[in-house]
């Protein structure tokens, strides 16, 4: 199991609302198992929503699935199902594109700890393997050191 760092990470970019992002350029075919840490959401930090696109990284009979989450959590916010890079009607390019949903769909989900956003191969690509892997979220702040948004005052 190998773990690797987007530049974002190894970088340590300071991240801000209203995007947090991450980009990792796979040049060897990741395996099951390994993980992508993409970038550190900040304390403070609320979650709306976000999108996993990139490359068509699996070519042929696609078996190349990801989740997006957090250490404890590995699917927090994607449990990806078999991605297809594959051309489809309206979208003008082939490669991955899905919105993150999981535990999204309950509603934002806010940090008050800064957490690393992870991605994890759960079935590694059959063919190709290779290209730019980008994962964008949809962030709010607020002052951690004060209450969070929803505490009663």
């Not at 927090?76 to 991955?96: H, N, R, Y």
Request: proline share 5%; hydrophobic share 40%; aromatic share 6%.
């Amino acid at each position: 199991m190998a773990n690797v760092n987007s530049v974002q990470h190894a970088a340590n970019v300071q991240q801000d609302d209203p995007y947090l992002w991450g980009v990792y350029e796979i040049a060897t075919a990741l395996s099951q198992d390994d993980t992508i840490t993409m970038f550190t959401i900040p304390a403070g930090t609320t979650i709306v929503g976000g999108r996993l696109y990139g490359d068509d990284i699996d070519t042929g009979t696609e078996t190349l699935e990801l989740d997006v989450g957090v250490a404890g959590n590995a699917d927090q916010f994607l449990d990806s199902g078999v991605l297809s890079g594959d051309p489809e009607a309206g979208k003008p390019e082939t490669g991955i594109c899905i919105e993150l949903f999981g535990e999204l769909a309950g509603g934002p989900i806010t940090f008050t700890e800064a957490t690393d956003v992870i991605v994890t191969v759960t079935a590694a690509a059959q063919a190709g393997g290779t290209g730019t892997l980008y994962l964008k979220m949809d962030a709010t702040r607020y002052d951690a050191r004060v209450s969070p948004p929803d505490a009663p005052i």
